[in-house]
């Protein structure tokens, strides 16, 4: 008897129903090595296989599956992958459907730490040179916690005793649980600016590494760095390390070890403050003495003791300078005076007047212009004679115009 005759998809429906209804192959874990790590850029679903030294399993993990993975799978890395066996009909192909992942030797969040870690590292997010030092005398201290645990009753006692001038700034957020990494990111982010405050504590108390892990948030560190003032990161205890104690400007191991850091000793500085306070009282007295000193000595010298002495002397020399004064002004008055009479007497003899004394006379025509040659006039003109008595008004009869020749005028 010939056998049926199937298709191809009969085939591979049939191959894969036999599969699928093996309850062994339905919920199953394999281990083994990942090679041809890719993801689909457009679906996110994870494609890979898995060998050992002998052979190898094409596995693919869809994107709600791959949404729950806490780190990054990649070639190389020796995983368990919890899954189920069926066939890709299309291929005809069997491979394992895989719902989770988890690195063989080493946890899921121990590797998905390391991973970012190295990845933030890369940017620089850790480097030194972008710590910036926490105030010395803050004022305004910011805390990021929560409110029912130890660590806020720790950071107010300590500051409390140490530095009970600053203000405590209380964010009071969840530290652990799914909706803890998203409320302390927006904390940090509030309070992280230097109008609020000027130093931020973030912490908790000790826990699990799945309690502390809130603090391993990819944006919560992103918050950290660009904060506009410096983090203390106490996440845990001494032994314990998160990605904000990387990207903090500070970490203390501790929220009562924070709290001293981040405050000054009150009692140290009032302590200093007096001496301070001492030193200075001393040396303003040190130089009040000195000038009292001096001040005394002053007092004893003959000039402020017997004044007048120092005033007699004084007197004297005025009165010296003052004859000595009147002296040179009274012979400077004379020879002034007798350079006046001189050129009194030079001007007098120079004077129109003495000539007229000696019976000169001075003509003028009737427009008053002064006569110095007889063909300034006509005969018959009224001319003005001024002479040293008098004047006298008088009519040319007679012009002689040039007296060598001889020639008259009648």
Request: some cysteine; overall charge neutral; proline content about 4%.
């Amino acid at each position: 008897m010939a056998p049926a005759t199937l298709t191809v998809s009969q085939v591979n429906f049939f191959i894969k129903s036999l599969l699928e209804g093996d309850g062994r192959l339905n919920d199953i874990c394999v281990s083994g090595e990942i090679s041809n790590f890719t993801r689909n850029q457009r679906s996110g679903h994870l494609y890979f296989t898995l060998k050992d030294s002998g052979a190898s399993l094409k596995v693919v993990m869809f994107v709600s599956a791959v949404r729950h993975l806490k780190f990054v799978p990649y070639d190389g890395l020796k995983v368990l992958v919890r899954g189920r066996i069926s066939v890709y009909e299309p291929a005809g192909q069997y491979q394992l459907y895989a719902e989770d992942i988890l690195p063989d030797g080493i946890g899921a969040l121990g590797l998905s730490y390391e991973q970012l870690k190295e990845r933030l590292a890369q940017e620089g997010l850790f480097d030194a040179a972008h710590k910036r030092p926490v105030p010395k005398y803050p004022q305004r201290i910011g805390v990021i916690t929560s409110s029912s645990g130890a660590a806020i009753r720790d950071i107010l006692q300590v500051t409390g005793r140490r530095w009970p001038l600053a203000t405590i700034v209380f964010c009071s957020v969840p530290v652990q649980g799914e909706e803890a990494p998203e409320k302390l990111t927006a904390a940090v982010r509030k309070l992280g600016k230097k109008e609020l405050c000027d130093v931020i504590i973030l912490g908790r108390g000790g826990g699990s590494a799945e309690d502390l892990w809130a603090f391993n948030d990819e944006e919560l560190v992103r918050a950290v760095y660009a904060s506009e003032v410096p983090v203390v990161s106490a996440v845990g205890h001494e032994t314990d390390f998160t990605l904000c104690d990387f990207v903090a400007d500070l970490r203390a191991p501790t929220p009562s070890a924070a709290a001293e850091v981040t405050t000054p000793d009150g009692i140290s500085e009032k302590m200093r403050v007096v001496s301070m306070e001492n030193r200075i009282f001393s040396a303003i007295q040190i130089y009040l003495d000195h000038f009292r000193d001096q001040l005394d000595s002053l007092a004893k010298e003959s000039v402020l003791a017997k004044p007048q002495i120092f005033l007699e002397a004084f007197q004297l020399r005025l009165a010296q300078m003052t004859g000595s004064l009147i002296s040179e002004y009274s012979q400077r008055i004379q020879q002034e005076r007798a350079r006046l009479r001189l050129l009194s007497g030079r001007m007098d003899a120079l004077s129109p007047l003495k000539v007229l004394q000696r019976g000169y006379a001075v003509v003028t025509n009737g427009s008053g212009e002064l006569l110095r040659e007889a063909k300034q006039v006509t005969v018959g003109e009224q001319v003005q004679i001024k002479l040293a008595q008098g004047r006298i008004k008088a009519q040319v009869v007679e012009r002689q115009v040039r007296a060598d020749a001889g020639q008259t005028e009648l």
